[in-house]
């Protein structure tokens, strides 16, 4: 099994700043792409970035120029910087992993981080 914890979250002003981690622990061989999820109240969960185990990146259009994921491969840990935030920004946020757990076996699984609250808010 695998775990991913989140924290970071909470309550800003528009304009403001948040950076939320997620770190992975339990049976990893290897995490592929690690992606960073949202999902606003009545609304369905959205994608917002993603990183693969190469560094490749991609954002949503909305997150685009604001937003910036990195992680860090030897602590199993994905960090979303979020800038200049908006009242729009506002959902929980979620991590997901899409692991790997032995080198003997082809077979991939995706866990979810618990959820981190992010509002923005003047």
């Known amino acids: 099994q695998v775990q991913l914890v989140e924290s970071g979250g909470g309550l800003v002003q528009p304009g403001g700043s948040l950076r939320l981690s997620c770190a992975a622990s339990?049976?990893?061989?290897?995490?592929?792409?690690l992606a960073w999820y949202r999902q606003a109240p009545g609304q369905e969960r959205d994608l917002v970035a993603t990183?693969?185990?190469?560094?490749?990146?991609n954002y949503s259009d909305s997150v685009k120029g604001r937003f910036t994921i990195s992680r860090d491969n030897a602590k199993n840990t994905v960090w979303l910087q979020m800038n200049r935030l908006k009242p729009e920004d506002t959902a929980v946020y979620y991590c997901?992993?899409?692991?790997?757990?032995?080198?003997?076996?082809?077979?991939?699984?995706?866990?979810w981080g618990q959820g981190t609250q992010v509002t923005v808010s003047s």
């Open positions: 339990g049976s990893i061989f290897k995490i592929y792409t």
């Open positions: 997901n992993a899409q692991v790997s757990g032995s080198r003997w076996s082809r077979t991939v699984y995706y866990y």
């Open positions: 990183v693969t185990d190469d560094g490749s990146i």
